[in-house]
């Protein structure tokens, strides 16, 4: 900015707390031309820019208290700027941002009005993820979220998954198993500090009325909670589509293309050989799209030498097909693919990438790609691609704009090339994860299985969510099976039974069920778990039967499936309060496991030896409890004893059974026991993150300190607990705690309060289909 429109931008902003306008700079500084010339250099209308300048000369007059006009600026300015004049205020701007003062302007100003849900509106390519992106790390916000919304419908992220990743990995919290439960955290959370939330290219999720389509309609309930007047947070969604759901409240602001000179600047900083004439036409061909001005200078810079006139001389006559940008990427596309195949090759390939959960791929995830070029040439393949403009780079980490996205997944589909370069990215996802630390290596880890569906390979995607790893608690798990530890599997409730559906009845068919049945439990819906474990110990079975010929492993591998399944029977039933049953269940797993006669459902798989012999301990724990409730005390304390020789501490591997353990020595009155046990089980969750555990350890202290009249503080841990378990939406325990906690209000001769949480206890039960559990708690309450 030249001295005199320097000073003249200070002292307007000074007198009225607005800056000069990107159009009126211009008219400043090129009072020399007419104003049908200022106008093809910025992009609008002669009557537009005379009435900008009509309003201009107005207010410059009344604050320079004479007369000003388009001829005499000249004369004018000198007399009033100081000869030590230094500008006092620099004008609001981004760095690494051309362009988008008035933009930015704009966002201020309709942030400051409490418009606080903005929709960057405009044609792809414009600049709304950069400016949106910009300005959100910009405006000091304690946290900025980002949901990069995926080109294609089919590869959209669930909300339900959003939301659970931004409580785990922003907000340190746990989900609820259902969308509501989160929701309800993460609004807690929003009024409690500024967050800025990005939501970008949102037009995939919309339908042709600007409505969220059907399989995607919760993201209502998300923005509703986002735009909330009561929270501090500011949300810029970017789309090229006009957003219409009625129940949102939100601004649109369309973003329009770059000015002619955001154009000048930007190719001047590329070090273009600039010729003013050819550089207007062009600018005035594409509309001032952002992205149109990044790929023609890389085009230039890499094809012409920095030649802008020769490159447009060339290309001029293609006009009206080149303003188009979906059109210009194609052709650019075409050129790679003439002067550079490897490099063209690379970025077909790289649109089998989401670009989500990661949303930037790191430079060997192109290496993966590259399996046909030879070492010494994959460097200069990526470096062509960002040169061009046809890749977006930061740190070692690449990605693709949308629209190159969606030209470089065209042509891949088109291509034979399709199948294999999906089977190299999964093995890629598959191979960066080698053990799982925190909730973004598993989801890193999942990236595979998209992979795997997006080529109709469901067998192949079942083994990503059977793939097991040493995780955080040192557990060698399943990646469904940790994605479940770390509350991320929700989504997995709708995705399992695709697959069960898709592949045929082997192995990995009984363990989806296994794993299927353990989110079912935990959700409530102990119906359909018991359904799924008898699938999975079924199918086991007859896997066994049916193969002529095992090697050790894999009878080892059918059997752990069936003793496993037993187990979580018995446990499910226990939750159902049908002590019986669940007793037979353990019963028979033991007397597989030790090759004796059960006192319940026989089994295939009867061995000789005691490889399992870990899930029969498993086993005698849970029948010792499940005989403490019947009330045979002296068998369940016998057993509990064996039991704790066998365990001697609580450990990620057995926290859960060793709290088990403690509630059967509350059960048969070894109070100090028990206190010791669920005091070591807390020493261990307390620090890993072991929500369910920790709640259902606080309600066994609860329970030995009322026995011993410790009213005060039974309450106070079942308090406690009962806020934990609501955090994560655990229904089967959270029922039992508002039934233990009923039970300490009757103590305290609090009718009202103890019938409340009894009536909150059946509601539960009852939603569980859980009848003996009911009869339980009414029988209590009438007490």
Same mark, same amino acid.
């Given at each position: 900015?030249?001295?005199?429109?320097?000073?003249?931008?200070?002292?307007?902003?000074?007198?009225?707390?607005?800056?000069?306008?990107?159009?009126?700079?211009?008219?400043?500084?090129?009072?020399?031309?007419?104003?049908?010339?200022?106008?093809?250099?910025?992009?609008?209308?002669?009557?537009?820019?005379?009435?900008?300048?009509?309003?201009?000369?107005?207010?410059?007059?009344?604050?320079?208290?004479?007369?000003?006009?388009?001829?005499?600026?000249?004369?004018?300015?000198?007399?009033?700027?100081?000869?030590?004049?230094?500008?006092?205020?620099?004008?609001?701007?981004?760095?690494?941002?051309?362009?988008?003062?008035?933009?930015?302007?704009?966002?201020?100003?309709?942030?400051?009005?409490?418009?606080?849900?903005?929709?960057?509106?405009?044609?792809?390519?414009?600049?709304?993820?950069?400016?949106?992106?910009?300005?959100?790390?910009?405006?000091?916000?304690?946290?900025?979220?980002?949901?990069?919304?995926?080109?294609?419908?089919?590869?959209? /992220? =669930?909300?339900? %998954?959003?939301? *659970?990743?931004? #409580?785990?990995?922003?907000?340190?919290?746990? +989900? &609820? !198993?259902?969308?509501?439960?989160?929701?309800?955290?993460?609004?807690?959370?929003?009024?409690?500090?500024?967050?800025?939330?990005?939501?970008?290219?949102?037009?995939?999720?919309?339908?042709?009325?600007?409505?969220?389509?059907?399989?995607?309609?919760?993201?209502?309930?998300?923005?509703?909670?986002?735009?909330?007047?009561?929270?501090?947070?500011?949300?810029?969604? /970017? =789309?090229?589509? %006009?957003?219409? *759901?009625?129940? #949102?409240?939100?601004?649109?602001?369309?973003? +329009? &293309? !770059?000015?002619?000179?955001?154009?000048?600047?930007?190719?001047?900083?590329?070090?273009?050989?600039?010729?003013?004439?050819?550089?207007?036409?062009?600018?005035?061909?594409?509309?001032?799209?952002?992205?149109?001005?990044?790929?023609?200078?890389?085009?230039?810079?890499?094809?012409?030498?920095?030649?802008?006139?020769?490159?447009?001389?060339?290309?001029?006559?293609?006009?009206?097909?080149?303003?188009?940008?979906?059109?210009?990427?194609?052709?650019?596309?075409?050129?790679?693919?003439?002067?550079?195949?490897?490099?063209?090759?690379?970025?077909?390939?790289?649109?089998?990438?989401?670009?989500?959960?990661?949303?930037?791929?790191?430079?060997?995830?192109?290496?993966?790609?590259?399996?046909?070029?030879?070492?010494?040439?994959?460097?200069?393949?990526?470096?062509?691609?960002?040169?061009?403009?046809?890749?977006?780079?930061?740190?070692?980490?690449?990605?693709?704009?949308?629209?190159?996205?969606?030209?470089?997944?065209?042509?891949?589909?088109?291509?034979?090339?399709?199948?294999?370069?999906?089977?190299?990215?999964?093995?890629?996802?598959?191979?960066?994860?080698?053990?799982?630390?925190?909730?973004?290596?598993?989801?890193?880890?999942?990236?595979?299985?998209?992979?795997?569906?997006?080529?109709?390979?469901?067998?192949?995607?079942?083994?990503?969510?059977?793939?097991?790893?040493?995780?955080?608690?040192?557990?060698?798990?399943?990646?469904?099976?940790?994605?479940?530890?770390?509350?991320?599997?929700?989504?997995?409730?709708?995705?399992?039974?695709?697959?069960?559906?898709?592949?045929?009845?082997?192995?990995?068919?009984?363990?989806?069920?296994?794993?299927?049945?353990?989110?079912?439990?935990?959700?409530?819906?102990?119906?359909?778990?018991?359904?799924?474990?008898?699938?999975?110990?079924?199918?086991?079975?007859?896997?066994?039967?049916?193969?002529?010929?095992?090697?050790?492993?894999?009878?080892?591998?059918?059997?752990?499936?069936?003793?496993?399944?037993?187990?979580?029977?018995?446990?499910?039933?226990?939750?159902?309060?049908?002590?019986?049953?669940?007793?037979?269940?353990?019963?028979?797993?033991?007397?597989?496991?030790?090759?004796?006669?059960?006192?319940?459902?026989?089994?295939?798989?009867?061995?000789?030896?005691?490889?399992?012999?870990?899930?029969?301990?498993?086993?005698?724990?849970?029948?010792?409890?499940?005989?403490?409730?019947?009330?045979?005390?002296?068998?369940?304390?016998?057993?509990?004893?064996?039991?704790?020789?066998?365990?001697?501490?609580?450990?990620?591997?057995?926290?859960?059974?060793?709290?088990?353990?403690?509630?059967?020595?509350?059960?048969?009155?070894?109070?100090?026991?028990?206190?010791?046990?669920?005091?070591?089980?807390?020493?261990?969750?307390?620090?890993?993150?072991?929500?369910?555990?920790?709640?259902?350890?606080?309600?066994?202290?609860?329970?030995?300190?009322?026995?011993?009249?410790?009213?005060?503080?039974?309450?106070?841990?079942?308090?406690?607990?009962?806020?934990?378990?609501?955090?994560?939406?655990?229904?089967?325990?959270?029922?039992?705690?508002?039934?233990?906690?009923?039970?300490?209000?009757?103590?305290?001769?609090?009718?009202?309060?103890?019938?409340?949480?009894?009536?909150?206890?059946?509601?539960?039960?009852?939603?569980?289909?859980?009848?003996?559990?009911?009869?339980?708690?009414?029988?209590?309450?009438?007490?």
């Amino acid at each position: 900015m030249i001295a005199n429109t320097a000073w003249l931008d200070d002292l307007v902003f000074r007198k009225t707390g607005d800056r000069i306008s990107e159009l009126q700079l211009l008219i400043l500084e090129r009072c020399d031309q007419t104003y049908l010339e200022i106008a093809d250099a910025y992009g609008c209308t002669e009557g537009h820019a005379k009435d900008v300048g009509s309003a201009l000369w107005k207010l410059l007059s009344e604050l320079l208290g004479e007369k000003v006009t388009k001829k005499n600026l000249g004369i004018i300015l000198p007399r009033h700027i100081p000869v030590d004049f230094k500008p006092s205020v620099e004008r609001p701007t981004l760095r690494g941002l051309v362009g988008r003062v008035e933009a930015i302007e704009c966002l201020n100003s309709l942030v400051g009005k409490g418009q606080k849900a903005i929709v960057l509106q405009g044609e792809g390519g414009v600049g709304k993820t950069a400016l949106a992106q910009k300005y959100l790390h910009s405006q000091g916000f304690d946290l900025v979220l980002e949901l990069l919304m995926a080109k294609e419908t089919t590869n959209i /992220t =669930s909300a339900e %998954r959003v939301v *659970e990743e931004w #409580l785990q990995r922003d907000f340190n919290d746990e +989900p &609820g !198993l259902e969308l509501g439960i989160s929701l309800g955290r993460l609004r807690r959370h929003l009024r409690q500090r500024r967050v800025g939330v990005l939501v970008d290219n949102l037009e995939p999720a919309l339908d042709h009325q600007g409505r969220f389509i059907e399989p995607h309609r919760h993201y209502v309930e998300l923005l509703r909670v986002l735009t909330e007047g009561q929270g501090q947070t500011v949300i810029l969604m /970017t =789309s090229c589509d %006009r957003i219409s *759901e009625a129940s #949102l409240n939100v601004t649109h602001y369309r973003l +329009p &293309g !770059l000015s002619y000179l955001a154009w000048q600047q930007f190719f001047e900083m590329g070090e273009l050989e600039i010729e003013t004439a050819s550089l207007q036409e062009m600018h005035h061909a594409y509309g001032g799209n952002a992205k149109a001005m990044r790929v023609l200078r890389g085009t230039i810079s890499e094809d012409y030498d920095g030649d802008l006139k020769s490159y447009w001389r060339d290309h001029r006559n293609d006009l009206l097909v080149a303003a188009d940008l979906k059109n210009l990427v194609a052709n650019q596309v075409n050129r790679l693919q003439h002067q550079a195949p490897e490099s063209y090759r690379l970025f077909c390939r790289l649109g089998c990438y989401r670009y989500q959960n990661p949303a930037t791929v790191p430079t060997a995830a192109l290496t993966t790609l590259l399996w046909d070029v030879p070492e010494a040439n994959r460097r200069q393949a990526m470096v062509s691609l960002r040169n061009r403009s046809l890749a977006d780079y930061h740190k070692g980490q690449y990605w693709l704009h949308p629209v190159l996205r969606a030209e470089a997944i065209a042509r891949l589909r088109n291509s034979d090339q399709w199948q294999a370069t999906n089977q190299a990215a999964a093995a890629y996802w598959t191979d960066s994860v080698d053990t799982i630390t925190q909730p973004q290596d598993a989801l890193q880890a999942l990236e595979a299985y998209y992979h795997y569906v997006a080529i109709d390979d469901y067998a192949a995607a079942a083994q990503v969510i059977l793939n097991s790893r040493t995780n955080q608690w040192n557990q060698y798990l399943s990646l469904g099976s940790t994605l479940y530890r770390f509350g991320l599997h929700q989504s997995l409730l709708t995705e399992i039974p695709v697959i069960l559906e898709r592949i045929g009845s082997d192995s990995s068919f009984s363990e989806l069920y296994n794993i299927l049945g353990d989110f079912y439990w935990t959700a409530g819906k102990i119906h359909a778990a018991i359904d799924c474990q008898k699938q999975a110990r079924e199918q086991a079975i007859q896997q066994y039967q049916a193969a002529e010929s095992l090697t050790s492993h894999q009878r080892y591998y059918l059997r752990m499936l069936e003793v496993d399944a037993l187990l979580s029977l018995g446990l499910y039933h226990i939750d159902l309060w049908e002590l019986e049953t669940a007793a037979g269940w353990f019963e028979a797993l033991v007397a597989m496991v030790y090759d004796r006669p059960a006192s319940a459902e026989g089994t295939a798989l009867a061995a000789t030896h005691t490889d399992h012999h870990r899930w029969a301990e498993k086993a005698s724990l849970c029948l010792a409890l499940a005989k403490s409730y019947q009330g045979q005390l002296q068998e369940a304390k016998s057993l509990a004893d064996t039991a704790y020789r066998q365990m001697s501490q609580a450990t990620g591997r057995s926290a859960y059974f060793m709290q088990i353990l403690g509630q059967t020595y509350v059960n048969v009155e070894c109070f100090e026991q028990a206190r010791l046990i669920f005091k070591q089980v807390l020493t261990h969750v307390e620090s890993s993150s072991y929500t369910q555990i920790q709640a259902k350890t606080l309600i066994g202290l609860a329970d030995i300190n009322r026995r011993q009249g410790e009213l005060t503080a039974a309450l106070r841990q079942q308090q406690q607990a009962l806020e934990l378990l609501q955090t994560i939406g655990a229904q089967c325990d959270l029922a039992e705690a508002w039934f233990q906690l009923g039970v300490t209000h009757q103590l305290q001769q609090r009718a009202d309060q103890s019938q409340d949480s009894f009536d909150q206890a059946i509601k539960l039960f009852t939603q569980m289909n859980a009848p003996q559990q009911v009869a339980k708690v009414t029988q209590q309450a009438r007490l």
